[in-house]
């Protein structure tokens, strides 16, 4: 097993990559920029991909009516009660956190950068909204603080990509990781399981493409429906069939086990406020959903990237 795999984890945990790095307990503090996005306001689509609904997995008090400065010291403090966190990472996480000036971007990543106990912000976008000029300010940030930017690819799969109208494909998500490669950024890609009539053949050879791109980490959770949403509509017409939760642990593991090792693991599940859930209802904490992984992967006698360890393959060989 792999250095960076604990024996009794059997993933390279995103927290534990950044206690390597910074040497103690850090925590991602959620704000809300007041962004919007492009597959939203006409500039590549309109009404967004069919499940997003953006209240379902932000805190409630990450508003953009609140100052910036405010969401984040009330996030930094509930994460210094709940998980004794010393250190914080600024996540401007709703919808588009690119699309906008690249003089309103540098104001809000340096406003979140100048407090002192943040060691960097997190970016999350999309692959068509990544301007030179944005791309060149956030290499100079990342030349002292740590920058990752978090690229919402959600599918390979250019048909799926269509369907879920989500504006853009594989191939503009290729030329962003290109794009954003050697500028001494951290790349996070976004993948979802358990679109309509996607198999999870298909799903894993997702494992395969990120496994030789400069990706330093991923978030992976199932397809769920909310209210106010097409999904939700097709749920209750019957065009939207949830994968089961024991099918969603399946694939996860398949596809860690095709995952690098050097690759960290930020999510493994997606979860929402219970008055707007529709489907699936598996009524799970985060927490919950990565042990049920990880004991699956203990039963297998696997672990994150063991089938591309040649140790493992000589062992399934002899079996």
């Keep these: 097993m792999d250095r960076l795999i604990h024996p009794d984890l ?5 927290g534990a990559h950044l206690r390597r790095r910074f040497g103690c307990r850090i925590s991602k503090v959620n704000v809300d920029a007041g962004f919007t996005c492009p597959n939203r306001d006409g500039s590549k689509g309109t009404g967004g991909c069919i499940y997003c609904n953006n209240v379902s997995f932000s805190p409630k008090d990450t508003l953009s009516a609140i100052p910036l400065e405010e969401q984040m010291v009330h996030g930094m403090a509930y994460h210094r009660v709940r998980l004794k966190s010393e250190k914080f990472i600024v996540y ?3 919808y588009t956190n690119t699309y906008g000036s690249v003089d309103l971007l540098a104001d809000l990543y340096r406003r979140a950068l100048a407090h002192p106990d943040v060691v960097g912000i997190s970016v999350g976008t ?3 909204a990544l301007s030179d000029d944005t791309l060149e300010l956030l290499q ?9 930017v978090e690229l919402g690819l959600q ?3 250019d048909r799926i990509l269509q369907e879920i109208n989500r ?8 030329n962003a990781v290109e794009r954003l490669d050697g500028r001494g950024l951290e790349l996070c890609t976004h993948l979802i399981y358990g679109f309509p009539n996607e198999t999870r053949d298909g799903f894993l050879r997702t494992a395969s493409l990120i496994a030789n791109l400069p990706v330093d980490s991923v978030k992976l959770h199932q397809l769920h429906a909310v209210e106010g949403t097409r999904l939700a509509e097709l749920y209750r017409s019957g065009a939207f069939v949830p994968v089961s939760l024991a099918e969603y642990v399946a694939a996860a593991c398949d596809f860690l086990e095709l995952l690098p090792s050097r690759i960290t693991v ?11 859930r529709v489907a699936p209802n598996w009524d799970l904490k985060n927490n919950q959903m990565w042990y049920a992984v990880l004991n699956e992967l203990k039963r297998r006698g696997s672990w994150q990237g063991c089938r591309l360890d040649g140790e493992f393959r000589r062992a399934v060989n002899e079996a």
């Design 10 to 14: 059997r993933i390279n945990s995103y």
């Design 92 to 94: 401007f996480q709703k």
């Design 126 to 128: 999309r692959p068509d």
């Design 140 to 148: 100079e940030l990342a030349r002292e603080h740590y920058v990752c």
């Design 155 to 157: 599918s390979m799969d």
């Design 167 to 174: 504006g853009h494909d594989l191939a503009d998500y290729l």
């Design 266 to 276: 930020q999510r493994l599940y997606g979860s929402s406020p219970r008055e707007i």
